[in-house]
């Protein structure tokens, strides 16, 4: 009989991940190279945009840590929006419900990703947030594992999580033994603040999508 357990009830670690589902880092360092080259330069809407995200999240930051639910309405949405996200040909589908089966032993884990982009029924984009109070570190095992449950084997999906405060970014593809590699982390907290290169990695990965 298949369990069914919470995501972050069964996944803690990324060594519980590579044991459960035989999923490896990849060693070759030109494996996720998406969020280093051919980055797209940004037009002046696009600019104007990130400063007003940066002005709202230090307006609402400064009172204290910030829920998931604001860091979606102040940060996340605004961004996706403008990589192109809310845009044909992408849909959004949030909370979207998903199950992760695992063989040995045999269990079904199911958690809730809080934003899920989808180009024809292609898993693209997992933004999974936690609250700015938890490290962004702490929610690779959680992303990793909801990527996991893709069907598209034949192409890579990517990631990004954040906490309000950072971001980082994930690839990952499946085949015998899966793998992922992850980006360093960009900050938005200091006054010279990395969402700048936040949003061309968005729009990079989203042209990679696309091919």
């Known amino acids: 009989m298949v369990s069914s ?3 972050t009830d069964t996944i803690k670690s990324l060594s519980d991940l590579q044991t459960r589902c035989n999923l490896r880092q990849a060693e070759d360092e030109r494996f996720f190279s998406e969020w280093i080259e051919d980055l797209p330069q940004l037009n002046q809407q696009e600019q104007a945009g990130v400063t007003r995200i940066k002005q709202r999240y230090d307006y609402h ?6 829920l998931e639910g604001t860091i979606n309405l102040l940060v996340v949405s605004p961004l996706l929006e403008l990589a192109g996200f809310l845009d044909p040909p992408y849909r959004i589908r949030s909370p979207y419900g998903i199950a ?4 040995e032993p045999e269990e079904t884990i199911r958690g809730f990703i809080d934003t ?4 024809e029924k292609l898993w693209i984009f997992v933004v999974e947030s936690k609250r700015n109070s938890i490290p962004v570190l702490a929610a690779l095992p959680q992303l990793l594992a909801y990527m996991l449950t893709t069907t598209q084997t034949d192409k890579p999906v ?7 405060d950072e971001f980082i970014f994930l690839k990952l593809t499946l085949s015998d033994t899966p793998q992922y590699d992850v980006s360093r982390t960009f900050s938005l907290f200091p006054r010279r603040h990395e969402l700048a290169e936040v949003l061309q990695i968005l729009k990079r990965l989203g042209q990679a999508a696309l091919k």
């Open 116 to 119: 899920l982009v989808v180009q």
């Open 5 to 7: 357990v919470g995501i």
């Open 61 to 66: 930051r400064v009172d204290g840590l910030l």
């Open 158 to 164: 990517f990631g990004m999580a954040t906490n309000g």
């Open 100 to 103: 992760l089966e695992i063989e």
